[in-house]
C-alpha cells in the first residue's frame, strides 16, 4: 500500500454479503488504525448479551457497569476496547470527537468524570488483519466502506445498524439490505 489515503482508519466496513457464514455475516466494523502493518477495528453491531460489570471485574463506576458489552470481533476475547467521544475531545485517535482507549485506569477515569454529552462504547475482543489482508478482502469485495460518524457509532440500533447504513447507500445496496439473514430462507 503506497499512499496514506487508502487506509480506511475513520472508516467502517460493512458485510457486502459475500461473508455468510463467517463471524463478520452483516457485522459493521470501525476501523480504528490501518497503516503498513495492519489494522485493528472493532465491531459496533455486535453485542454479547451481558453488561460491563457482569463480565469486568475491575473496580468500575457504577454508572459503566449497566453498559452493554459489545462483542468487538474474533481476536483476543479477553481483551478490552472502548471508544469515547465528548464534546471537544483535542485527542481524538480514531476521527475527529472519536477515541479509541485499552485502559482500566482511563476507562474509570472517564467514568467518574462529569459530563452529560460524554459517550462510551466498550468492547471484549476486536477484529485485526496482518499487513495487507485487509486490502486483500477489499480487492476481493468482501467489505464496502462508509463514512463513520458519531451517530453511526453510538446512537443508530446496533441490530438495525448494517441494514440502516446500507439503506443510507441507496441503489443495489437497499436490496442487500433486505436480504434475510440465512439465504436459504430467500
Known amino acids: 500500500m503506497a499512499e496514506k489515503d487508502t487506509y480506511l482508519k475513520g472508516q467502517l466496513l460493512l ?13 459493521v466494523v470501525l476501523i ?28 468500575l463506576p457504577e454508572a459503566l457497569k449497566d453498559c452493554p458489552l459489545y462483542d ?3 481476536v ?10 465528548d464534546a471537544l475531545l483535542l485527542d481524538a485517535n480514531v476521527m475527529p ?9 482511563e476507562l474509570v477515569e ?18 485485526g488483519w496482518s499487513p495487507g489482508q485487509l486490502e ?5 469485495k468482501a467489505w464496502l466502506t462508509h463514512p463513520a460518524s458519531l451517530e453511526l457509532v453510538f446512537d443508530v440500533a446496533s441490530e ?14 437497499r436490496l442487500l439490505a433486505q436480504s434475510p439473514e440465512d439465504l436459504s430462507f430467500n
Open 32 to 59: 480504528c488504525q490501518h497503516d503498513a502493518e495492519g489494522a485493528f477495528g472493532l465491531v459496533l453491531n455486535r453485542t454479547t448479551g451481558k453488561n460491563v460489570g457482569e463480565m469486568i471485574v475491575a473496580d
Open 97 to 105: 470527537n472519536l477515541s479509541l482507549g485499552h485502559s482500566i485506569d
Open 136 to 140: 486483500n478482502e477489499m480487492k476481493q
Open 15 to 27: 458485510d457486502s454479503g459475500q461473508l455468510s457464514g463467517s463471524f463478520f455475516q452483516h457485522t
Open 160 to 173: 438495525q445498524l448494517w441494514r440502516d447504513i446500507l439503506r443510507r447507500k441507496g441503489g443495489k445496496y
Open 76 to 85: 483476543q476475547k479477553s481483551a478490552l476496547s472502548f471508544l469515547h467521544s
Open 72 to 74: 468487538g470481533g474474533p
Open 110 to 127: 472517564l467514568g467518574e468524570s462529569i459530563s452529560p454529552i460524554r459517550k462510551i462504547k466498550m468492547f471484549a475482543g476486536y477484529a
